[in-house]
């Protein structure tokens, strides 16, 4: 959204610009400032913002002169007028502007009063699809945050598909945008640093449900995802074990799943951290294998002991041969370097089949169940568990 919402302000004063830039980046703008009507013409045509918001008494050129310029340069973005002249005044220049053919769309008296911004901002954030930096701060404090659960299946040798566990995946309930999934915040998390607050919400709701479910007599396994900016904390081994004695949960019963650990800035710390996750008994899994973001040698100098198949690879299995050739090799690899692998993406009867003639020790997919929130998850393992095994078609 940040790229097609682009403010311009123009005003003389640098902390008003700096003020008013601030709230709007925050609201989900790209802003440029300038400080006089040269600068403001240039980026006219450099930014095309489409708002404008302009202040009437600049050095080089007076407002009534800028709104004719304005006019003439056929600018079309809406235009707000600031200015700390009289209401009046503030008043025929929007006149002025109108019948030039210009889009007015209001004027604002300085001193600028915060609450009077926010809501011209957002009133005129064009496709306000995507959640802003202020949303999601606002969500996660207003519970607005939820965690859904995906259940996870050994593929047992009598055929049958046990539930042993479930993959934590975060949702956010938005009030106007409905049910956001986490591709859709997840960047701006990681981006805006909430994402320690969000990793923290989903590690204590979903701990909590799993000490609930356990009390119920349904024993889990928890998988929860954890951004690898995350992998920075030395103290996190000794938190996460804090968190599960308090629920009275053996440290074996989470595993900790990671994509990209290639990507992180200090292999040393890394390796660190998650050694001592691993001494400490928990799960460690490489998330999303298989699209190029993982990088083999990860394999060898990180402790993981779960790999998972990315989901790409495993809905196309059923119908490309290269997906079953590279899964099949990807398999070996794992299992000859003493890890386990689970399967994500699985769609399709068949490549349940598949997966069992290459054993593949785990899936996770829409042909178990879609990701659910915790109160559908009983059921849905009682059904999954009267599923009959699919035929082997191998042969
Ligand atoms: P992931 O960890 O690889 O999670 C699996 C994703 O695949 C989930 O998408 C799940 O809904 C989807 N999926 C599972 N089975 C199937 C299937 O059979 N077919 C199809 N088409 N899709 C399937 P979701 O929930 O949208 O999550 C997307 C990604 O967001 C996750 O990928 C994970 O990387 C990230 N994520 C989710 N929750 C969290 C969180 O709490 N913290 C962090 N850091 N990342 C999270
Ligand atoms: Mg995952
Ligand atoms: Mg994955």
């Not at 609201?27 to 202040?55: C, H, K, W």
């Not at 973001?293 to 495993?314: V, W």
């Not at 899964?327 to 070996?332: F, G, K, N, P, Y």
């Amino acid at each position: 959204m940040t790229d097609i919402n682009r403010l311009l302000v123009v005003d003389d004063q640098a902390d008003i610009l700096e003020f008013i830039a601030t709230v709007a980046e925050f609201s989900g703008y790209r802003v440029a400032t300038a400080q006089n009507a040269e600068r403001a013409f240039s980026l006219l045509r450099e930014f095309e913002p489409t708002l404008i918001m302009l202040d009437l008494q600049m050095p080089d050129m007076d407002g009534v002169e800028l709104i004719r310029r304005l006019a003439v340069h056929g600018t079309r973005a809406p235009i707000v007028i600031s200015s700390g002249m009289d209401s009046r005044v503030l008043a025929s220049v929007e006149q002025l502007g109108l019948t030039q053919g210009l889009n007015m769309i209001g004027n604002m008296q300085k001193p600028l009063a915060l609450p009077d911004l926010e809501a011209l901002l957002a009133s005129q954030l064009v496709n306000a699809l995507e959640p802003t930096e202020r949303d999601l701060k606002h969500g996660i404090e207003k519970g607005e945050l939820t965690v859904y659960y995906q259940p996870q299946a050994d593929l047992a040798l009598d055929g049958s598909v046990p539930v042993v566990g479930v993959e934590a995946l975060v949702r956010w309930n938005h009030p106007q945008l409905g049910l956001v999934l986490p591709d859709q915040f997840i960047g701006l998390a990681e981006r805006t640093g909430l994402i320690g607050e969000l990793t923290h919400f989903v590690l204590n709701d979903s701990l909590t449900q799993l000490a609930n479910w356990r009390s119920q007599g349904l024993k889990l396994g928890l998988a929860v995802n954890l951004s690898p900016l995350l992998v920075k904390d030395l103290d996190f081994p000794d938190q996460l074990s804090e968190m599960m004695r308090a629920r009275k949960l053996t440290n074996s019963d989470l595993t900790i799943e990671i994509t990209e650990t290639a990507a992180l800035e200090d292999p040393a710390l890394t390796r660190d951290i998650l050694t001592r996750l691993r001494v400490k008994n928990f799960g460690l899994s490489l998330d999303d294998f298989g699209t190029g973001h993982s990088s083999l040698t990860q394999l060898y100098k990180m402790p993981f002991n779960e790999l998972k198949i990315d989901r790409s690879l495993g809905m196309e299995m059923h119908s490309s041969a290269e997906a079953r050739t590279i899964t099949r090799s990807l398999i070996d690899l794992a299992h000859n370097l003493g890890l386990t692998v689970c399967t994500e993406g699985v769609e399709q009867a068949a490549t349940v089949d598949f997966l069992r003639e290459v054993r593949s020790n785990r899936i996770q997919g829409y042909w178990l169940a879609r990701p659910m929130s915790a109160a559908l998850v009983p059921d849905a393992i009682a059904r999954i568990a009267q599923r009959t095994a699919p035929q082997a078609i191998s042969a």
